[in-house]
């Protein structure tokens, strides 16, 4: 064969392992960047989409969304249970503008989220893609590295983020376990009518604990039956609010104020009659946001209520 071609097979060989070397090594020697551990309090959190920021804050000891609304308190805490557990897990990409958004890590639809801690000082700084194939896994980037990687956490950070201001607001309007309410006022038509449980002492014979009872005061403390208030403890206990009303949504008229006395809460709503749309607005006292309930849970509010008062 001659020389020159045989120069010329080798070149190609050789530039052909080297680019099958590079392809298959170019990540190799290259370590995933772990996650420092946040050993401060997380109290600040800014979620950036599409240019609008939705800021949740801690103030004493309660979350409020844009320092205007109270926040779910419970989901607020789940998302800072997530941050703090962020895991990187595979190098997926190097970040070039078609792969940023094939994994939705674009200025249209990336979650860009900055948290700080009580003094003040951004403790992470990541962006939240789409979904990845695996439980909670997402594609995202951390602080300023441009390559995407998958991130898991202890909840999909896609779910918790993706939402505008009123998916991150408080909608509890009661939350108690019944067994430890003891005492209930319901006000209709500026007459309160109130409901004591009665927890009897264990008999020295025994020493058996009798079950506890419930009476009502304006019936001499007659006894209530305890189908009747076991009915209307369980439709007072935990409600949660379909809704947001604003100015524009019409009063009516008030049905009743209720106050659950439990040895652990008080909590005192006042709900009122259906609107135009067949939305009942409901009230928590010192709260000045006009939630709303379905027709369907007010009106087991409603049943409950006018069966005991009978």
Do not use: C, H
């Amino acid at each position: 064969m001659n020389k020159k071609y045989i120069v010329l097979i080798s070149i190609i060989v050789v530039l052909s392992i080297s680019l099958v070397l590079t392809i298959l090594f170019k990540d190799k020697g290259y370590s995933i960047p772990n996650l420092k551990a946040i050993k401060t309090d997380i109290v600040n959190i800014e979620i950036t989409k599409a240019g609008e920021t939705i800021k949740i804050s801690k103030k004493d000891g309660l979350w409020f969304i844009n320092d205007e609304y109270n926040a779910n308190q419970s989901a607020a805490s789940n998302i800072v249970y997530s941050i703090n557990s962020m895991t990187i897990n595979d190098l997926v990409s190097r970040g070039d503008e078609e792969t940023m958004s094939k994994y939705s890590l674009d200025s249209e639809n990336v979650l860009s989220v900055v948290v700080f801690d009580d003094k003040n000082k951004e403790v992470r700084n990541f962006a939240v893609g789409s979904k990845g194939d695996v439980g909670y896994q997402v594609y995202g980037q951390i602080d300023k590295d441009k390559n995407i990687y998958t991130i898991s956490s202890d909840n999909n950070l896609r779910d918790l983020f993706d939402k505008n201001i009123d998916g991150l607001r408080n909608r509890t309007i009661s939350s108690v376990i019944v067994g430890n309410i003891n005492n209930l006022g319901i006000t209709k038509n500026d007459t309160t009518y109130t409901l004591n449980k009665v927890s009897p002492e264990a008999t020295s014979e025994t020493n058996d604990v009798p079950p506890s009872y419930w009476q009502a005061t304006w019936n001499n403390n007659e006894t209530v039956d305890s189908t009747l208030i076991s009915s209307v403890l369980y439709a007072l206990a935990n409600i949660e609010a379909n809704g947001f009303l604003n100015d524009s949504n019409q009063k009516t008229e008030m049905l009743y104020e209720i106050t659950i006395n439990s040895s652990d809460k008080l909590i005192v709503f006042t709900l009122f009659n259906a609107n135009s749309e067949n939305q009942y607005e409901i009230s928590l006292d010192g709260d000045s946001t006009r939630y709303f309930i379905s027709e369907e849970v007010a009106k087991r509010v409603i049943d409950n209520i006018e069966n005991i008062l009978k």
